[in-house]
């Protein structure tokens, strides 16, 4: 079965503690509950780039432009119990664009410190590759979940 092609956009702020992030409460659909990136799948005919800025101002608000965006590499999160879960992600920052998030059906947006993630109510898997990305690093990684669909049973570094 073929992954899913999703993107999803890291925001970066300088607050007065240090880098904050914007990640959001999921409120519908995969992943509900959890706090997840900003971002969704690649409609046909789109480029991630284009899914990215579509997403990100559907679910928060915010207008992107494709000069707003660092490439960040690709995680491929892989559901051995799930197949049809299987999703090729590629990840952007961006440190500027126009608006203020705001909350919609999908999302709750919220900041938070890149130092402090909140790790117990994210996937898993978030601390194998978010903080090299909330580094400025680039990343090519293969995450496989548990039978749990929750767990992470391995994660790779890719070469390029
Ligand atoms: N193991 C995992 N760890 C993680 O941090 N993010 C994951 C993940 N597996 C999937 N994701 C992310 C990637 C993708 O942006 C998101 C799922 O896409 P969506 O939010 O668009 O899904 P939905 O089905 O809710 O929405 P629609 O596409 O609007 O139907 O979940």
Redo the contacts with the bound molecule.
């Keep these: 079965m073929t992954a899913a092609a999703?993107?999803?956009c890291f925001l970066l702020r300088d607050g007065a503690d240090g880098t904050q992030v914007l990640l959001g409460l999921?409120q519908?659909?995969?992943?509900r509950g959890k706090i997840?990136?900003i971002?969704?799948?690649v409609e046909p005919g789109e480029t991630s780039v284009q899914a990215v800025i579509r997403?990100v101002l559907e679910e928060t608000g915010v207008v992107l432009q494709q000069g707003d965006l660092t490439d960040a590499g690709a995680v491929h999160?892989v559901f051995p119990a799930r197949p049809e879960?299987d999703?090729e992600?590629t990840l952007f920052t961006a440190r500027t664009w126009t608006g203020d998030p705001q909350p919609s059906d999908?999302i709750l947006p919220e900041w938070f410190r890149v130092d402090t993630l909140p790790v117990d109510r994210?996937?898993q898997?978030?601390d194998h590759w978010?903080p090299v990305v909330l580094e400025g690093g680039t990343v090519n990684v293969v995450?496989t979940?548990d039978a749990d669909n929750e767990s992470v049973a391995s994660s790779r570094s890719v070469l390029p």
Excluded: R, S, Y
């Design positions: 999703v993107t999803l999921k519908t659909g995969f992943g997840v990136g971002g969704g799948h997403e999160f879960w999703m992600t999908e994210m996937w898997d978030a978010l995450v979940m």
